[in-house]
């Protein structure tokens, strides 16, 4: 299996402009999850997924963020607009939904939001 | 107070000697724990977990758990230049909530 699938690896953008990031999760993992990493909040849960269906939603920061996962192979997070403090490294994780829960990270995509 | 607390370190501990890396959590209702490694620039990767009280051994790994206290600890034996990382103590009740992490160095 490739693992979990990140892309763009490196985002550069301006402020104002969308940003769409893309993860494609292990084949037959049913959870996905978004992460923020930054040196001063650490690793933080933005929303994570259950068979497609949004679960939890109440670490997205802001109306700015949104992420939709219109299929089991496929999921997106959304920033419009990006701010500078947007800028982290975004981390997409799958895991199967039953067991032992353990998350398999993507590589991640550096966003900076100049 | 912060679900899951770790202390950022640097821990520095000399090769061969044992590194204990300590995580305290909030919430009494959590089920599983686990210790994850990321090494700087890269992801983070699962090392251990542990859902009962106790001690649970991996290889030079072991992690202790203490659901009265509320605590979660992790050793690593023999430490080697290649454990130098941070490690991330994470805790699930219905979402999995991680700490920010203790970075350690291991002195060769």
């Known amino acids: 299996d490739a693992g979990v699938i990140q892309s763009p690896r490196h985002e550069v953008t301006e402020m104002g402009q969308e940003v769409t990031l893309r993860c494609k999760p292990i084949?037959?993992?049913?959870?996905l999850f978004w992460y923020r990493q930054t040196m001063m909040r650490g690793l933080e849960l933005l929303i994570y997924?259950?068979?497609?269906?949004?679960?939890?939603d109440s670490g997205m920061p802001e109306d700015r963020f949104s992420a939709k996962m219109p299929n089991a192979s496929f999921s997106t997070l959304k920033i419009q607009p990006s701010e500078p403090r947007d800028s982290a490294v975004y981390f997409c994780?799958?895991?199967?939904?039953?067991?032992?829960?353990?998350?398999?990270f993507g590589a991640g995509s550096r966003l900076t939001v100049l | 107070q912060k679900e899951v607390e770790q202390n950022s370190g640097p821990l520095s501990v000399p090769e061969g000697a044992i590194a204990s890396l300590n995580c305290t959590y909030s919430?009494?209702?959590?089920?599983?724990f686990f210790w994850y490694r990321q090494y700087s620039g890269k992801s983070p990767e699962l090392i251990m977990s542990?859902?009962?009280?106790g001690d649970k051994e991996d290889g030079r790994f072991t992690a202790q758990l203490n659901k009265a206290s509320q605590y979660v600890s992790l050793l690593i034996r023999d430490s080697q230049p290649s454990d130098s990382a941070t490690y991330l103590c994470?805790?699930?009740?219905?979402?999995?909530?991680f700490g920010k992490g203790t970075r350690l160095h291991i002195l060769p």
């Open positions: 919430d009494r209702g959590s089920q599983s």
């Open positions: 084949s037959g993992h049913n959870s």
């Open positions: 542990i859902y009962s009280n």
């Open positions: 997924f259950n068979n497609n269906v949004p679960i939890d």
């Open positions: 994470a805790v699930m009740r219905d979402k999995i909530i």
């Open positions: 994780a799958s895991s199967p939904l039953s067991g032992a829960n353990v998350l398999t």
